[in-house]
């Protein structure tokens, strides 16, 4: 089953800011969700939870990047790409 890979505005903005070659990276990494977004073995993808009812997942980008999604049926929204330190700041818990 193929999923559709659909990035928010704010997140395109953030990756068009990014030098080539982390661009590059990124836009590759999210491409492969389109495979299989859910977690596996390997620890590049990870489910959490938030609270009751608010999941969202989340895909290490190489060592510098996070991208955090939600998956509907066969459609994956991108809703964030940051980097890891950003990432640990805003979801202290994760």
């Known amino acids: 089953m193929k999923f559709e890979v659909i990035v928010d505005i704010d997140a395109i903005a953030y990756a068009n800011s990014l030098n ?21 073995k390997g ?8 609270r009751p009812g608010v999941n969202i997942y989340r895909l290490h ?4 990047f996070t991208a955090f999604y939600k998956i509907d049926g066969n459609t994956v929204l991108i809703t964030e790409i940051m980097t890891i330190e950003q990432a640990h700041k805003k979801y202290k818990l994760f």
Do not use: Q
């Open 20 to 40: 080539d070659k982390s661009r590059r990276i990124i836009l590759s990494r999210l491409k492969s969700l389109t495979e299989d977004p859910y977690p596996s």
């Open 43 to 50: 620890g590049e993808k990870e489910l959490l939870k938030l």
């Open 61 to 64: 980008i190489g060592r510098n």
